[in-house]
């Protein structure tokens, strides 16, 4: 069992930043593979972005590319989402998903496929 902490939303004007961290246990941000998925307020939740580290390929839904960006620190065990130019569509709960397997590429934005979840943090993109 991967323990999974999401930390570092708040509320932010459009077109600000915000950084997003999320700590999980285990080998899964050295090795395994990391995502992040948000859900709005009645709608599906949303792949936004995810790397299998051991292969180095990262993979972002059409919606946040060239706006977000995926990182870690693998000392701390931690993976970051960059969040820049944010607009008020980018209001919700933002998760962070883990696995201990190294995921294909095709298979990165399959939430079925993330064993563990953290508990969300809500974003709030509002002037």
């Known amino acids: 069992q991967v323990q999974v902490v999401e930390s570092g939303g708040g509320l932010v004007q459009p077109g600000g930043s915000l950084k997003l961290s999320c700590t999980a246990s285990?080998?899964?941000?050295?090795?395994?593979?990391m995502a992040w998925f948000r859900q709005a307020p009645g709608k599906e939740r949303e792949f936004l972005a995810g790397?299998?580290?051991?292969?180095?390929?990262?993979r972002y839904a059409d919606s946040v590319r060239g706006r977000f960006t995926i990182s870690r620190d693998s000392a701390k065990s931690t993976m970051y989402l960059q969040m820049n130019s944010l607009l008020p569509e980018d209001t919700a709960v933002y998760y962070c998903?883990?696995?201990?397997?190294?995921?294909?590429?095709?298979?990165?934005?399959?939430?079925?496929?993330?064993?563990?979840w953290g508990q969300g943090t809500q974003v709030t993109v509002s002037s």
């Open positions: 998903a883990a696995s201990l397997r190294g995921l294909i590429f095709s298979a990165l934005g399959e939430a079925r496929q993330y064993e563990n």
């Open positions: 285990g080998s899964a941000v050295s090795s395994g593979t």
């Open positions: 790397r299998r580290w051991s292969f180095g390929s990262t």
